[in-house]
């Protein structure tokens, strides 16, 4: 069971891949063949032209980076930033956010799609029917049976810096065709990630919502015999901030089971929390705590199957440091020790931790800091 194997590391396990320096903001998937893909994006010039690039790793062997686009658009943020899924019939999609006009927050969510693994690409396509020179981001891509399903943060309202961000999703057909937009919520947080999660039943999103009065907690919404049900607030933490705290849900599921993990800041202290739900996101338990006191938030999950989980997020170790921290729960709520990963920056540089599991392996994906930084894959647990 990985769950003991986990529980029983005493060290992580080294680098298994590294990425060019000054590379950032990577991105982790898991393939239709049990391949892992990691993407990230590659300086190219001091005047900010970046390839998104790509590297699969089958076995023990990764593969030459491949190239998605290479521009001198692209938006390059430490929290959005692009990613890639593959369907079960092999369509790989990639996402990234392009600059759209000489503003700072003015750029679109931009889509590619490939048939030969990375090979060739599609010209790019707008995910959004808006086209106004506002912020769209924040993607999440779950690839499903046919398709790619997609949420976003909507900036469409918020023209002239007034207005409200909203919550949206549509599928990407295995075509090439964009199905019907869909509104789940009218007022969210500005620049918190999204997370989206599929069960048998359909699709589960979560996201930072924000009330009239500035409350910031996570709200979810489910697909119900095809219909989004209408968002609630999970575990309310009350948490009034009057400005985005840049620091999104994580959302997994496993058959019904699904997993919601977050972080606030309210009443003046910083907690990540972890909900979960053996009914496919209809109720969710009372929530656990995850942290160790002086965490930053940024957090992501991944399954280990059996029900079992495991968490990474970012915990303060220093006026200048911090670490990516990871910790397992069993399927009865026992949280197991916490582990150090890695030893980072605590300023934006380091970004956020992505998870993948591929058979036994866990793989935990992040930016190193210093002269010589750039993304690097860890692998944890492998041969435990």
């Not at 970046?50 to 943020?77: C, H, K, M």
């Not at 090439?176 to 997370?195: K, M, P």
């Not at 591929?358 to 041969?383: C, H």
């Amino acid at each position: 069971m990985l769950l003991t194997l986990l529980l029983a590391i005493t060290s992580i396990d080294s680098v298994v891949w590294k990425g060019p320096p000054r590379s950032v903001t990577p991105s982790l998937a898991v393939g239709a063949n049990g391949g892992l893909i990691v993407t990230w994006l590659e300086p190219l010039s001091p005047e900010g032209r970046y390839a998104l690039r790509f590297s699969v790793r089958q076995g023990n062997t990764w593969s030459a980076p491949g190239t998605i686009r290479e521009s001198d658009r692209f938006f390059v943020n430490w929290a959005d930033f692009g990613s890639l899924a593959e369907t079960r019939d092999g369509m790989w999609v990639a996402h990234w956010p392009e600059k759209t006009a000489a503003l700072p927050y003015a750029y679109h969510v931009m889509v590619s799609t490939s048939r030969n693994r990375g090979r060739t690409w599609t010209s790019p396509r707008r995910v959004h029917d808006d086209s106004s020179a506002t912020e769209h981001g924040f993607v999440a891509l779950n690839a499903g049976p046919v398709g790619v399903d997609l949420l976003w943060l909507d900036g469409r309202n918020t023209a002239g810096e007034s207005g409200e961000m909203t919550v949206r999703t549509r599928t990407l057909g295995a075509d090439g065709s964009l199905s019907r937009e869909i509104e789940l919520d009218s007022r969210t947080c500005e620049c918190c990630q999204a997370a989206l999660a599929r069960t048998p039943e359909g699709l589960v999103a979560a996201w930072r919502d924000r009330s009239a009065g500035e409350v910031r907690d996570i709200a979810v919404a489910r697909q119900e015999n095809g219909r989004w049900t209408e968002p609630r607030v999970v575990s309310p933490d009350s948490w009034e901030h009057r400005a985005c705290p840049v620091n999104g849900p994580a959302l997994v599921a496993d058959g019904r089971r699904v997993d919601l993990v977050w972080f606030t800041g309210a009443g003046g202290q910083n907690r990540v929390w972890l909900a979960r739900s053996a009914d496919g996101a209809r109720s969710f338990g009372q929530r656990i705590r995850i942290d160790e006191g002086k965490t930053l938030g940024r957090v992501d999950a991944e399954p280990l199957g059996n029900g079992d989980l495991l968490v990474a997020w970012l915990e303060g170790k220093s006026d200048q440091e911090a670490e990516w921290r990871v910790r397992t729960v069993s399927a009865d709520g026992r949280v197991g020790p916490s582990r150090s990963a890695a030893t980072v920056t605590r300023a934006r540089l380091a970004g956020f931790p992505r998870l993948a599991r591929v058979g036994s392996d866990v793989f935990l994906a992040y930016t190193a800091p210093g002269p010589d930084g750039g993304v690097r894959v860890l692998r944890l647990g492998a041969g435990r």
